[in-house]
């Protein structure tokens, strides 16, 4: 979940709690939210490497 996300839903819960808090708590306990990541270190097969 995001740092947003994750406070809204606190919120929803009635625990007021602002985004830059729940980052920090994030960050603290090592938590990340799932998602792809860029893939930009992945060659193309069919792209020709020239050399430099």
Known sequence: MEARQL???LNLQGIPIGRKR???LM???GIEAVY???NTSK???RHEIYPA
């Open 27 to 29: 960050k603290t306990m």
């Open 36 to 38: 792809c990541k860029p």
């Open 43 to 45: 060659k193309t097969p």
């Open 7 to 9: 406070q809204d839903q």
């Open 22 to 24: 729940v980052k920090t």
